[in-house]
């Protein structure tokens, strides 16, 4: 086995990524909450501004609801991230220089071994989020997945989901691009990264967002027949929860990208630290 690709430099990425990711998405959490509904639910409840439609489902429904499945969502973002970032920092240290194609070619590479790996997470944290089904627990919604719907079930969404490993692949690759800029100018920091870090998601998460509204649909196990229908009779619908995800994807990346940079040089300059001591 490689040093390269297994070592403590590269554990202590994953694990500021899978902590900065929990935090972002703790942070914001009702605004993915409105916009699963508003990709998923054909009613015409949810058309307004992102605000209005976060109240009046507080008021209607209650402040719980925009946090229902948060748990075991935090549960399936670690480990997705965990995953996603030692992939990633572990085949950029495997290969010599750094470029905005080999960010894009490595980032595709570790959201596809991703998505393989815990796509039946986030079909279960859909239902869940949606209260579609009763699933007491993560693990319990995976046995019981799987006893009504098979293998196929867990795995349903998994098509768009490969396709969308292309968001964070273009995340990181313009991410890690400004982020070489700002460090040739000297001025690259934690706040720098949290500006970075909103520019990124928000390209990426604009020039795949028809894909993540396909994706959502089959993830929750409801039928595209009547989104295919709206689309032609209003091709904008493609975009419909979009200004609810760019607000929550940009405002957890930018939040993610600051934690995991603190977290990276604090682990790194302590380890570093003890090095020199011995």
Not at 127 to 152: A, D, H, P
Not at 161 to 167: E, K, R
Not at 171 to 189: D, P
């Amino acid at each position: 086995m490689s040093p390269l690709l297994f070592s403590y430099e590269t554990l202590v990425h994953a694990v500021a990524g899978a902590t900065g990711s929990v935090v972002g998405m703790a942070a914001f959490y009702p605004l993915d909450t409105l916009r699963s509904r508003q990709q998923i639910e054909d009613s015409t409840k949810l058309r307004g501004s992102t605000w209005e439609l976060l109240v009046l489902i507080a008021k209607e429904e209650g402040l719980e609801s925009l946090y229902c499945g948060l748990y075991p969502v935090l549960q399936s973002l670690s480990v997705s991230n965990f995953v996603y970032f030692y992939t990633f920092h572990a085949l950029k240290r495997s290969s010599v220089g750094s470029t905005a194609i080999k960010d894009l070619l490595f980032g595709i590479i570790a959201g596809s071994l991703n998505v393989l790996l815990t796509s039946p997470l986030w079909v279960v944290n859909t239902r869940i989020k949606l209260g579609k089904n009763n699933y007491k627990s993560l693990s319990g919604g995976l046995i019981e997945l799987f006893k009504k719907e098979g293998l196929r079930g867990l795995w349903s969404g998994t098509v768009p989901s490969l396709l969308l490993v292309s968001n964070p692949a273009i995340q990181f690759m313009v991410y890690e691009s400004l982020k070489r800029n700002f460090i040739a100018m000297n001025r690259f920091n934690t706040y720098s990264a949290f500006i970075i870090g909103a520019i990124a998601k928000a390209i990426a998460t604009t020039l795949t967002y028809p894909l993540q509204l396909i994706q959502s649909r089959l993830r929750a196990g409801t039928s595209l027949k009547p989104l295919y229908k709206d689309i032609k009779s209003n091709p904008k619908i493609i975009f419909r929860g979009l200004e609810a995800k760019i607000m929550q994807t940009v405002m957890t990346a930018a939040l993610m990208f600051l934690i995991y940079e603190k977290v990276v040089r604090l682990v790194l300059t302590i380890m570093r630290v003890k090095v020199n001591k011995h």
